[in-house]
């Protein structure tokens, strides 16, 4: 079907039934982002081309480009605007094939930021705090969603019997708006004719809630509006109610959670986004983007990546980028192919998997909404404590589950010990909630002066003034110098657990860096200055170390520990038919940033021994995918398995 001849709706023809994108566990996503100077979309485009990858990769479902940042669409539109260079429509293809393959078909759309909507439309842009309006960004208050998005949508679903949509640009781009809509809904709300422009001014953190709370009515208004248009037709919007965008408790009906993460930290990124939606009550999956700025990232760090991501329980896929005709190499093919292997290899043990509780660490909504002033939604910079601390823990092989207010407080008496990491802003409510975790027996970890600030009357030493002076860190031999502000503190009823030092010269003057005090059964420990913040800069053991120093002290018996092995990350879990696993992913060499973006070889590690405390003797243990036998020992209560090396990840497999 030529894009001139598009029918408003494709024939139907019967196909293999296909997965539900909220049930999916692997797929691939292409998009494009047509625009004016195309002259050759869709030319490439062939069943065969289209059903030899489905056949080698495998996928659950496919996201397929519709709309783009500059706002045209791929295919023949009669509501918004197609770009000019359609020589075949591609979504006809690969709808006709993946109803025959059984592959669910969806679109990605870009909403908020649309360049085309903007300049026919440019009432409806969002304004900034100058009053000046955006040139390509949309704005929630207008009638955008109204009179194109949501029938554009229905326009496409119809057509091509689409099984959803993947939405683009959209919390992750929302602006503090100042539109007349905009000022007009909060005048209604609050009875104010002024909005605060900075934090300078009265009233700024109610504005910011005012706009995120007006950000998901629009995104609800969709959402439902499709859901009644198609009840097929799934919607999930990209990395909203994620660690990225805000930690918003979910409020709307969206199908699933999503998020395409960092092309060059891309397994950091899914090490905490993972541990942080698997905590949402929603299924949910994570994109990679298989390329970087070398060029394809090659079969390994797809794995690593991807097991990153689904040794969490969620779901796994690729983005890829066809050419402008709409080719899709075979490179592509074979690389998205061999990563699907891996993945379909460990789905019976790591899909749906459900977490065993070890150490909880608080991503603060209070703090975290306090210090987000750029955009409605997206701020990474509020989470890098957060994601400081996460490495240093699972670097210490404790397995990690990464949590907010809202997610941690139904089930904080199953955490063993929950770890706040430079936090400055608890409601008061919660942090009795975490007062009366600790009475019960529980273990609290304070890292940061400020946070640790926030309970100084239950931390049994006395407080005098922060450091002028940041000094160092000094342990087995290695030094690194502090940085920020650092409470000097004296202990009077806490045990001292580190010092800095004035130099690093473990024999110079010291002061106490980290305390424990008990407290009714359980324990409250301290760090009295930013080290979560200056792990993630630089990963230099000294820093970790003092955080295992407290650790060892508020946490002495954690479930799994693993010998003679250096940097994997650990995971306890349950699989989704209950046998208790041991995961673990060999990071021993990763790419960070992108200095280093070739990741293969990846060094093998091992041999290891894996302990593992139960409460009773096992009747198997096995190490999965591979099914394989290893040695093992039981001496109650505790678990001996050795396991003789491992690739990229394996699990150990009790039952």
Excluded at 527 to 537: D, K, L, M, N, T
Aim: one cysteine or more; charged letters at 20%; hydrophobic letters at 40%.
């Amino acid at each position: 079907m030529d894009a001139a001849h598009g029918a408003d709706q494709l024939p139907s023809a019967p196909g293999k039934p296909n997965v539900p994108r909220n049930e999916a566990f692997f797929g691939v996503h292409f998009d494009l982002h047509p625009n004016a100077a195309d002259t050759a979309l869709g030319r490439d485009v062939t069943e065969e081309a289209v059903r030899d990858f489905l056949r080698r990769a495998r996928p659950d479902f496919v996201q397929y480009d519709c709309v783009g940042v500059p706002g045209y669409t791929g295919y023949a539109t009669k509501v918004g605007w197609p770009a000019p260079g359609i020589v075949k429509d591609s979504l006809a293809v690969w709808r006709k094939v993946t109803r025959e393959e059984g592959v669910a078909l969806l679109i990605h759309y870009c909403v908020l930021w649309n360049a085309a909507a903007v300049a026919h439309h440019p009432d409806w842009a969002a304004v900034n705090a100058q009053g000046q309006g955006e040139k390509e960004i949309l704005s929630v208050f207008s009638p955008f969603a109204e009179r194109l998005l949501i029938p554009h949508l229905k326009e496409a679903a119809t057509r091509y019997d689409l099984d959803g949509a993947w939405m683009d640009a959209d919390a992750w781009i929302a602006r503090l708006d100042y539109s007349p809509a905009a000022l007009a809904e909060w005048k209604r709300q609050t009875g104010r004719e002024a909005a605060p422009k900075s934090r300078r001014d009265p009233h700024w953190q109610e504005w910011k809630m005012f706009q995120r709370r007006e950000f998901e009515k629009y995104l609800s208004r969709y959402v439902d509006a499709l859901h009644a248009h198609s009840p097929k037709f799934q919607i999930g919007c990209n990395w909203m109610y994620s660690l990225l965008s805000g930690v918003w408790p979910v409020g709307s009906r969206v199908d699933y959670l999503t998020g395409d993460y960092s092309q060059h930290d891309s397994t950091d990124e899914a090490r905490a986004e993972a541990r942080y939606f698997s905590g949402n009550g929603k299924p949910w999956d994570l994109l990679a983007w298989g390329f970087n700025r070398s060029g394809l990232k090659d079969a390994t760090q797809l794995k690593q990546e991807a097991a990153a991501t689904i040794t969490q329980g969620g779901g796994w896929g690729i983005y890829y980028v066809p050419t402008r005709s709409g080719q899709i190499s075979p490179e592509i093919t074979a690389l998205a192919g061999e990563a699907a292997d891996f993945c379909r290899a460990r789905q019976k043990l790591c899909f749906r998997s459900t977490p065993v509780p070890q150490v909880a660490l608080l991503q603060s909504a209070e703090t975290y909404w306090d210090r987000a002033d750029a955009t409605a939604f997206h701020q990474a910079d509020c989470a890098l404590e957060t994601k400081g601390a996460l490495h240093a823990l699972l670097e210490l092989h404790y397995s990690v589950d990464v949590r907010t207010e809202h997610q941690l407080l139904p089930q904080l008496g199953e955490y063993p010990v929950v770890v706040v990491a430079e936090a400055y802003k608890l409601a008061d409510a919660f942090r009795k909630s975490l007062l009366d975790y600790v009475e019960a027996g529980g273990a609290l970890v304070l890292v940061g002066g400020d946070c640790a600030r926030l309970f100084e009357p239950m931390l049994g030493v006395q407080w005098e003034e922060k450091a002028q002076k940041s000094g160092f860190l000094v342990t087995g031999g290695q030094s690194v110098a502090l940085g920020g502000d650092w409470w000097k503190i004296t202990p009077t009823t806490a045990k001292t657990i580190g010092y800095r030092y004035a130099t690093a010269d473990a024999k110079s003057g010291r002061e106490p860096a980290a305390t424990i005090v008990a407290r009714g059964k359980g324990r409250i420990a301290a760090i009295y200055g930013p080290v979560s913040a200056a792990y993630r800069q630089n990963h230099h053991p000294a820093t970790s170390q003092l955080l295992a120093a407290v650790m060892r002290e508020a946490f002495p018996e954690p479930a799994v520990q693993i010998d003679g092995l250096g940097s994997v990350d650990v995971a306890l879990r349950r699989t989704c038919d209950g046998r208790l696993s041991v995961h673990i992913l060999n990071l021993s060499k990763i790419q960070r940033g992108d200095q280093f973006l070739k990741l293969a070889p990846l060094p093998a590690v091992g041999p290891f021994t894996v302990r593992l405390r139960m409460a009773g003797k096992p009747a198997a243990v096995r190490w999965e995918p591979d099914g394989g036998q290893i040695d093992w020992t039981w001496e109650d209560p505790v678990l001996r398995a050795a396991v003789p090396g491992l690739e990229i990840h394996g699990a150990l497999v009790v039952e």
